[in-house]
């Protein structure tokens, strides 16, 4: 495949591409689901978390779409190499950093405004620091895989507008959702 073939909407090619990573990917979840199931009882007794997961994995998801769709737009209009003397590429990892920031901090303050209405024991400062700990660890993961996948599809000649969106929100998704059991199971436990 070549790069002109980056800009090919032929529904055999996207598919071709898409099928055999849309199963692997499913794979992976369904494994993270099942990790997911393992921490049932941990979750039971701070229901509050379990509220939390689901916003955190997408949060860090989006993340990681931001970015990889910002990383193939510059990629199909020729105006970067991935050089790390870029500016415009640091400034949009440091734009994905503070909008993580701001975004984890917003998910436990609410949380925590959540569980001071329904009684919960958990306290602000333990949830800062897990959707924190958790969120910027996810955000990072989210800009190494944005910054992995698109670079690897479009050297591939795969469009990376196929790709990049998938494998960053799935991986990330399994990622975050380990990251934030873990740290939660460190800080309760």
Do not use: C, Q
């Not at 990889?68 to 400034?91: N, Q, Y």
């Not at 734009?95 to 329904?118: C, D, E, Q």
Request: glycine content about 8%; overall charge negative.
């Amino acid at each position: 495949m070549t790069r002109s073939s980056l800009g090919t909407w032929k529904v055999r090619t996207i598919v071709g591409h898409m099928f055999p990573l849309l199963v692997a990917l499913s794979l992976i979840v369904l494994v993270a689901g099942l990790r997911l199931e393992s921490a049932d009882e941990f979750l039971a007794e701070f229901a509050l978390l379990a509220v939390m997961v689901p916003t955190m994995v997408g949060l860090g998801g989006n993340l990681g779409a931001i970015l990889s769709s910002r990383l193939s737009t510059r990629f199909h209009l020729g105006t970067t190499e991935l050089d790390p003397r870029d500016r415009v590429l640091w400034a949009n990892v440091l734009a994905i950093l503070a909008l993580a920031l701001t975004l984890f901090t917003v998910l436990a303050v609410s949380t925590y405004a959540l569980g001071f209405v329904i009684g919960s024991k958990l306290g602000l400062g333990t949830l800062l620091f897990i959707s924190l700990v958790s969120g910027m660890s996810v955000a990072v993961i989210a800009i190494v895989f944005s910054f992995l996948t698109t670079y690897l599809s479009y050297r591939a000649g795969i469009d990376p507008d196929d790709t990049t969106i998938p494998i960053v929100t799935n991986l990330v998704d399994v990622f975050g959702m380990i990251i934030f059991l873990s740290v939660s199971l460190a800080v309760l436990d």
